[in-house]
């Protein structure tokens, strides 16, 4: 395992946490997957949306290689490997990225998403995770 402090893991899933309100934050107004596409100015707005979503779930993929998986496992109502999984897809199969898919995700799964993130904060600020956080 790569050493990581407390800190650096905190600051990462603070990372998250930002990401994820920008996102819901920016897309709170497209109310249909093909607003994604209507003009360059609504493509520029998909973009975004997949580089947060990428973001979220490569910072995720490295949290959880940095606790061993200790630190998810805690938390096992949220689909950890989806998210990282839709890392994957926005990383590489560039065509496969569904603008309906990814509406639907910042509609149903970024609250439920940033609810236990911020659980997970409030856990570790309370020391309740310190053992999970640990080397090794």
């Keep these: 395992m790569q050493y ?3 800190y650096e893991l905190i ?20 109310s249909t997957y093909h607003e994604f596409l209507a003009s360059q100015d609504s493509m520029v707005l998909f973009n975004s949306t997949c580089m947060c ?5 490569e910072v995720i993929r490295q949290v959880d290689d940095r606790t061993e998986g200790r630190l998810f496992s805690l938390y096992p109502t949220t689909p950890w490997k989806q998210i990282i999984g839709m890392r994957n897809i926005i990383s590489h199969e560039y065509l496969s990225i569904d603008p309906e898919l ?3 995700i910042t ?3 970024l609250h439920p998403l940033l609810t236990d993130i911020r659980r997970i904060l409030a856990d ?6 310190d053992n999970e956080l640990r080397e090794g």
């Design 102 to 104: 990814v509406l639907d």
């Design 11 to 30: 600051d990462m899933i603070r990372f998250v946490e930002r990401q994820i309100v920008f996102t819901i934050e920016t897309t709170a107004k497209v």
């Design 107 to 109: 509609r149903s799964e």
């Design 124 to 129: 570790i600020d309370a020391g309740l995770r």
């Design 53 to 57: 979503l990428q973001s979220i779930g």
């Design 4 to 6: 990581t402090s407390k």
